[in-house]
């Protein structure tokens, strides 16, 4: 069966960090695109991050370039999303996704969508 289970999440204040992870199984995460997605209250799912197989490429939303970076050990069949210098409008809940392909070309489209996991809160706040 394929699953993805996301944790790391967590309070934390404005300018902190966390570690989001994300284990897969049934299925070899190394041959699979990831996306990290993240879901606001009143605020349109955003596309934070992707991370391609066939060269390790990485994608980033605008809003988090510079802040988060994006990695994989294919050896624990487990991506990561690193979240630094987080802002209180970081405040989400964070999803894994298996894409489809293994690129991060137009990731973000629905199109794109394999499997989600059941997603992580992360809160920013003083």
């Known amino acids: 069966q394929v699953r993805l289970v996301e944790s790391g999440g967590g309070l934390v204040q404005p300018g902190g960090s966390l570690r989001l992870s994300c284990a897969a199984s049934g299925f070899t995460l190394e041959y699979s695109a990831i996306g990290w997605f993240r879901e606001a209250p009143g605020k349109a799912r955003e596309g934070v991050s992707c991370?391609?197989?066939?060269?390790?490429?990485?994608d980033y939303a605008d809003s988090v370039k510079g802040r988060f970076t994006g990695s994989r050990d294919n050896g624990k069949n487990t991506v990561y999303l690193q979240m630094n210098s987080l802002k209180p409008e970081d405040t989400a809940v964070y999803y894994c996704?298996?894409?489809?392909?293994?690129?991060?070309?137009?990731?973000?489209?629905?199109?794109?969508?394999?499997?989600w996991g059941q997603g992580t809160q992360v809160t920013v706040s003083s």
């Open positions: 996704v298996r894409l489809w392909g293994r690129s991060c070309t137009e990731w973000v489209s629905p199109s794109r969508y394999a499997r």
């Open positions: 991370i391609g197989s066939s060269d390790g490429t990485t």
